[in-house]
């Protein structure tokens, strides 16, 4: 861990108000991530991952809040910025590569012009050179005939293809902070491996650090250095990658680990999670939001939970961890 | 063992492009005979049988050809050429439409990716497991009931969940859904198409042993397609691996992810990320495939992606082979170690 992360998130908590209650999608989410550094947030649906990114983001939908929280990028804090030095930050010193490129790019913009208006807001490109940088970009994320491929429009190009688009738009200003939300779903396994080692190499080029979101751990155990493992809103683990699927703590991250396909020998092997997530509009949502489905639960869990050391190099949201 | 299902030399091929204008239309009429359109190929002179109990695998990149060649056998569309034989019966002569009331059409069923988006968002649980009863086996009254009931409780279904509508029901629950409507006829091939892509980790464990124990309660069989490669490995006996069209390898599922023989069999087991390799260096495709239209009969489909292609893969087409181990393979140089 380098000593002055690039972005640090401390107790982030967002609630969405919702016709049927207050849904309290993230409570008190901690972590940092360094410079250069890939960081993978993993979880099952409805965990809050993409909560997490979008609030960093500042584009949380109308009815989330954040509550509490700090969100520090440089002297910046994201939580507490007006909507003017938010719009400087984005695209330029942070920025983010959306599921589905689809539906993220302009449809009916050339891709060509839209990695251009990336340029000539973000990155002090004058019109004349910005279509010339365009496609250099393009080239840079793997494109083969980049001039052509400039004039295309997003329906003209395979899944693969836009989400390199995405890629170039995203590291159109060199960033200093990538947040890649499940950048390969729906791209096949090949294209996958492709895709992943691109942002990777980028990454490393520009010194730039990545909050990778995926709910693959396989994927995820290959290419971040750590992992936070988030359940219901909570971080529940956050470890080095190998000590992570070495020494699993908490209760759910191992339950995690054996259900993934990849780690068993037979079908039998194959253990599957008890209960499913908790409710978050419930008002007596336990302090632990996995208890109600943990067999290790005793009668301390129902105490606040255990706040870590802030060195502590493998918190763990647990009493009765493994 | 017999033989369920046995394809032939299937073929399915598209005619592609704009449909022609006035011009066209008129050159073609004055031109004498029809004008060949440029087709695509979607699935090219395909063999391959399903032994009773068994379970076969189908995977392969979008665009490959596996979710036509899933259409076609499970006879939703007609093919070009080849056979397809369930058990006695040639069904490749019957068309489609007229086989959806066909007496064999609850012989072949089909669970759906997504069951979110392929069950009728106006039908109840109760209503979607119903249509196919009372239209291939004719129920009517208690008999549909019970038969409902039993196919619910045999998915994991809780009874009182049948009177929901989709949108009611969490992933889980319409996955279960879409199997209990597929088996509830109980067909003695089942085609499943990534039946569990939309499931988080947790669920899919709990669907892919549902569907372990259903084969052998029901001695079915069934064709699982997937690009989930580490789901294939656990749940399959055999596999094919298809590649523009034409399968490139099967044989034993263990054998084929273990020591895969053909170079995009190598680069797509590579591909799959795995809990236990963190940052290890990997074989890479470059490149993007083939244009399915129209390909040249004498180059092989892989030839400018494959790191091992020569000379010889423009001129020859290669065709499967037979290797030890019951395993076959489409590569001039399968088998052959790399110089």
């Given amino acids: 861990m380098t000593a002055v992360p690039a972005l640090s998130v401390e107790h982030l908590t967002v609630e969405f108000r919702t016709r049927s209650g207050i849904v309290q999608a993230l409570d ?16 099952e649906s409805g965990s809050g991952k993409s909560v997490t990114a979008y609030a960093i983001m500042g584009i949380l939908d109308p009815a989330g809040r954040v509550t509490r ?8 804090d994201l939580l507490a910025a007006t909507p003017d030095e938010l719009a400087k930050v984005r695209g330029r010193e942070i920025a ?3 599921q589905n490129p689809r539906t993220a ?4 913009r050339p891709v060509g012009r839209q990695i251009a208006d990336v340029l000539l807001r973000h990155a002090d490109v004058t019109r004349d050179d910005a279509p010339a940088r365009a496609v250099e970009l393009l080239r840079a994320v793997g494109i083969t005939d980049p001039s052509r491929r ?4 997003p329906f003209e190009m395979s899944g693969g293809m836009c989400q390199r688009v995405m890629i170039a738009i995203a590291l159109a200003a060199k960033p200093s902070l990538l947040i890649a939300d499940e950048p390969t779903t729906g791209l096949d396994v090949t294209t996958q491996a492709v895709i992943m080692d691109l942002i990777g190499e980028l990454a490393a080029e520009i010194g730039m650090a990545t ?9 995820a155990a290959q290419r971040a250095g750590r992992i936070a493992v988030m359940h219901a809103g909570h971080v529940v683990e956050f470890a080095p990658t190998r000590e992570l699927f070495t020494h699993p703590r908490h209760p759910y991250t191992a339950e995690l680990i054996a259900a993934t396909p990849d780690t068993a020998a037979s079908l039998a092997q194959l253990a599957s999670i008890p209960g499913s997530l908790p409710d978050l509009r419930r008002a007596d949502l336990p302090p632990c939001r996995y208890s109600e489905r943990c067999p290790r639960k005793r009668p301390v869990c129902d105490q606040p939970l255990p706040v870590a050391a802030a060195d502590n190099p493998h918190p763990v949201a647990c009493w009765n961890p493994l | 063992m017999t033989a369920l299902l046995d394809v032939g030399e299937l073929s399915k091929r598209f005619p592609a492009g704009k449909p022609a204008g006035m011009v066209t239309r008129l050159r073609r009429r004055f031109s004498g005979g029809p004008e060949r359109l440029p087709m695509v190929y979607a699935v090219d002179d395909v063999s391959f049988t399903i032994n009773k109990g068994e379970t076969v695998g189908l995977v392969g990149e979008s665009g490959c050809g596996k979710s036509t060649l899933v259409r076609v056998v499970t006879r939703l569309l007609d093919p070009t050429d080849g056979i397809i034989k369930l058990g006695a019966r040639e069904l490749s002569h019957t068309p489609a439409r007229r086989f959806a009331k066909d007496q064999d059409r609850k012989r072949v069923q089909m669970v759906f990716q997504d069951a979110g988006d392929s069950i009728n968002p106006r039908f109840t649980a109760f209503a979607a497991i119903a249509d196919p009863l009372r239209r291939l086996r004719k129920l009517t009254g208690a008999d549909l009931r019970h038969k409902i009931e039993e196919a619910a409780i045999r998915c994991g279904l809780p009874l009182e969940l049948l009177t929901r509508f989709p949108h009611q029901l969490s992933g889980g629950q319409r996955a279960r859904v879409g199997i209990a409507r597929a088996v509830a006829v109980e067909p003695d091939l089942l085609v499943l198409d990534e039946p569990t892509a939309a499931l988080d980790v947790s669920v899919q464990v709990v669907i892919l042993q549902l569907l372990q124990r259903l084969k052998s309660e029901l001695s079915m ?9 580490s789901v294939v490995r656990l749940l399959c006996d055999r596999v094919l691996v298809m590649y523009l069209g034409k399968i490139v390898e099967t044989g034993p599922a263990k054998d084929v992810f273990d020591h895969p023989l053909h170079p995009y069999t190598q680069a797509l087991v590579a591909a799959v990320p795995s809990v236990n390799e963190h940052g290890v260096e990997r074989l890479r495709l470059t490149g993007e495939p083939r244009s399915p239209i129209d390909p040249d ?8 992606r494959c790191p091992r292609g020569g000379d010889r893969c423009k001129t020859e087409m290669p065709l499967l082979r037979s290797f030890a181990g019951e395993r076959e393979v489409a590569c001039h140089f399968a088998g052959v170690p790399p110089q």
């Fill in chain 1, 28 to 43: 008190n989410v901690s972590f940092a991530v360094g410079k250069g550094e890939t960081l993978a947030l993993v979880g």
């Fill in chain 1, 69 to 76: 929280g700090k969100a520090t990028l440089g002297a910046l």
């Fill in chain 1, 96 to 98: 983010m590569i959306f």
């Fill in chain 1, 105 to 108: 790019l302009n449809p009916i």
């Fill in chain 1, 150 to 153: 400039a004039k295309a429009y």
């Fill in chain 1, 211 to 219: 909050i990778f979101i995926t709910h693959d751990l396989a994927l």
């Fill in chain 2, 221 to 229: 069989s069934y064709l699982f397609v997937s690009h989930d490669l």
């Fill in chain 2, 297 to 304: 009969p004498d180059v092989c489909r892989f030839y400018g």
